[in-house]
């Protein structure tokens, strides 16, 4: 088995795994998923929580969708979800509890049927910008939303008419919110000011900066007499009458008052801050009279059951808690509200690792199930690497330590300290025997994985050095940003002899499968080939063209992908011969659009090559021009397949296409990449036939993994899932 820690593109590529036949997943991963989506791992980040007006119901709005409980039991009825092509900020209940509206950052705001979990209607009017507020008025007759177009809007429910637009100076409308008796309309912008609006006139009747920098969270008082605002620490109440003169103000939390709502009786208000806690308050008095260290992250949302005596809580966690509001219990907490950087199978195929933040989740593969969390590191989680055996969870992170984590339970088996800035991803040997860590701090260290003791440091130049693990485990490769490349006894952390041969960074270092060679790529273009055993040079390829790559086929002859002006080329690295050239697609197989860009010249310059990729089983190539158009060709005879693959229409001319094979090489997927999301394509590489095009809840991967059988693939969306797909037939 082999071990490389080497960064591919901007997303993780872990070796996954997962079974042909589709075991009986759990229920929530199944409601509303995208079309063509196995199951769905994780629920989305909680960005609001509100119960039904009866109280038989409570909602949870994620990125992407709505969450509907049944309070008295827990259980989960429905997803409102599939409709919004972008991240749902808010979500509101109707009076008599039979509709929801949603607004997204798609610019539209829906109306969903809670019983069918049917949209009913679309309502669109934002123009260009994302929605990220709305709510019903108490009559049920009026909606009101707000967004990034920094605009109120009002709408007729019944209709789905726009009624009244209210225009605001500041930078966004981040919150609406109507008064208890519907007479008015409380709104927060992205300068943190105030507004209050006349809800039949539209007409603005205060705008206020309150005393404080920022402003995260609003609420009324059910006698609407009172607002409450919540701050940078502070919470400040205010008089509706007299505002902006504040009536109290206080330091509730250690940082932003993210959430805060008034008891349905108005005697006490409860908040939650960045600072993990819950408190409530006398609202006459503005005391304290409970507070609860809710979650493992900052409190999100809340809200009071319509009785007054639960409190529903969302963490940045990923959980939903239930609280007696008496006597601070903790009533049941719901789980897999949970984000995702990094996805890594464990070797005997049953479980899956991912990283969000600091965090580590832990999913039962065949059924969907969440496991645990693994808490405990102060900073973000790098990759992580399961030991051979699939027990140990081995963790590097921003707070300079790598944990080894029980899978089982949980729990930290030990926590390996020395290095002083951040760890990223620890690798273990093959044989599970050794741990490798790399860090910011200038240093690589080897540790006992059964003891955690440090065999050796490895000091290194001022770069991040690549390295791997021989496949029988014994040696440990590492370049270095001069060009050497030392071999370390992996058990002693001794070094047994250094490469000279490269004279700048290596940015390659690989073992050939059966561990007689090793591969180097350096940054002075030169590929060179050892002697894994004596250390001796065999051959180096130097040539004037540009190297971009360095592989082995899969008859373990060692490969060089260079690139000229009008071209790129495929060597043998052994005898150093030509083996192919393969020209580039002619501007006139483009659309006009992509003809000229104000980011890239069109043409076949140097430049205009970004990437070549190498299948895995040695029939095809892909190259990626910076154009963002994909070019597939076939490795024997050198001609193009099929058309070239070109953006899709809706992808922004800026972004960037990235191209993974799957481990059989009958695979290609195509993921053009932006700073607001991007879109998955899968291709027939042989035939440069479309296969299928993954679109997630918000149309947005961060990452995807193909499976080791290459029958399944993951991707990795910012809304806070990770959805597993078939792979058509090809």
Not at 539 to 553: G, Q
Not at 574 to 589: I, V
């Amino acid at each position: 088995m082999k071990k490389s820690v080497m960064m591919l593109m901007v997303f993780s590529l872990a070796m996954l795994s997962s079974s042909a036949s589709i075991a009986q997943y759990v229920p929530s991963t199944q409601f509303g998923l995208p079309e063509g989506a196995i199951a769905r791992f994780g629920r989305g980040y909680i960005n609001e929580i509100m119960y039904s007006r009866d109280g038989t119901q409570l909602a949870v709005t994620t990125d992407i969708g709505v969450w509907i409980y049944a309070t008295n039991t827990g259980e989960e009825l429905i997803l409102l979800a599939g409709e919004h092509s972008h991240f749902v900020f808010s979500a509101d209940y109707s009076p008599d509890g039979k509709t929801i509206v949603t607004g997204s950052w798609d610019n539209t705001i829906r109306l969903w049927d809670v019983r069918t979990g049917k949209n009913r209607k679309t309502l669109k009017r934002h123009g260009y910008y994302g929605i990220s507020s709305v709510a019903y008025s108490p009559d049920g007759k009026t909606i009101v939303s707000g967004g990034a177009d920094s605009t109120i809007q009002l709408w007729n429910a019944r209709t789905g008419k726009n009624t009244k637009i209210l225009t605001e100076t500041g930078k966004g409308v981040n919150s609406v919110k109507f008064s208890p008796d519907g007479e008015t309309i409380a709104s927060i912008d992205g300068k943190n000011s105030v507004g209050l609006w006349n809800a039949r006139t539209g007409n603005n009747i205060i705008t206020f900066n309150p005393h404080t920098e920022y402003i995260y969270s609003i609420a009324y008082s059910p006698d609407n007499k009172t607002i409450a605002i919540g701050g940078m620490e502070t919470l400040a109440l205010w008089d509706v009458a007299t505002a902006p003169q504040p009536l109290k103000e206080i330091n509730a939390h250690k940082d932003r008052v993210s959430s805060l709502a008034f008891s349905p009786d108005g005697k006490t208000i409860a908040t939650g801050g960045w600072d993990s806690m819950l408190r409530i308050w006398d609202a006459a008095t503005v005391q304290s009279i409970r507070e609860i260290n809710a979650h493992n992250g900052a409190v999100r949302s809340l809200v009071f059951s319509p009785d007054g005596k639960t409190l529903a809580t969302g963490g940045g966690d990923g959980t939903m808690k239930w609280w007696d509001v008496h006597t601070g219990e903790n009533k049941k907490t719901f789980t897999g509200y949970l984000g995702g950087n990094y996805i890594r199978y464990s070797p005997d195929k049953k479980t899956i690792a991912i990283t969000a933040g600091g965090l580590v989740h832990l999913w039962d593969v065949s059924t969907g199930q969440y496991l645990r969390t693994l808490k405990g590191h102060r900073g973000n989680v790098s990759p992580v690497d399961f030991s051979p055996d699939s027990k140990i969870l081995a963790t590097g992170s921003a707070d300079h330590t790598t944990r080894l984590w029980d899978i089982n339970t949980g729990q930290t088996i030990r926590i390996l300290e020395g290095h002083t800035d951040r760890v990223y991803g620890p690798v273990y040997s093959p044989d599970g025997r050794v741990l490798a860590t790399r860090s910011r701090d200038d240093t690589l260290r080897l540790w006992d994985a059964s003891t955690g003791k440090n065999i050796k440091t490895i000091l290194r130049d001022n770069e991040s050095m690549n390295f791997m693990f021989s496949p029988d485990s014994t040696t440990l490769a590492v370049g270095n940003s001069n060009g050497t490349v030392g071999l370390f006894d992996a058990q002693t952390g001794e070094k047994i002899k250094t490469l000279r041969g490269n004279t700048d960074y290596i940015y390659t270092v690989l073992y050939s499968p059966n561990g007689n060679k090793i591969l180097t790529k350096s940054r002075d273009g030169t590929v060179v080939l050892w002697n894994a055993h004596t250390g001796k040079e065999i051959k180096t390829l130097n040539i004037r063209d540009k190297v971009i790559a360095a592989m082995y086929s899969p008859d373990e002859t060692p490969l060089a992908i260079s690139v000229n002006r009008k071209k790129f080329s495929l060597w043998d690295v052994t005898t150093t011969q030509l083996l192919k050239t393969f020209d580039g697609p002619k501007t006139r197989y483009l659309p006009k659009r992509y003809q000229t860009s104000s980011r890239h010249a069109v043409g076949w310059p140097p430049e205009q090559v970004r990437s070549v990729s190498y299948s895995p089983n040695g029939e095809t190539i892909a190259a990626v021009r910076h154009n963002e158009t994909v070019q597939l060709w076939n490795v024997g005879t050198g001609k193009h397949i099929g058309k070239p693959i070109l953006p899709l229409k809706d992808d922004p001319p800026d972004g960037t296409t990235d191209v993974v094979y799957s481990p059989d090489g009958r695979t290609l997927a195509t993921i053009q990449i932006d700073n607001m999301g991007s879109t998955v394509r899968l291709w027939n590489p042989t035939s440069g036939r479309h296969l299928k095009t993954l679109k997630g809840y918000d149309n947005c991967a961060n990452a995807l993994t193909f499976s080791p059988d290459s029958r399944t693939i993951f991707t990795v969306h910012r809304g806070g899932t990770v959805l597993l797909w078939d792979i058509p037939s090809r």
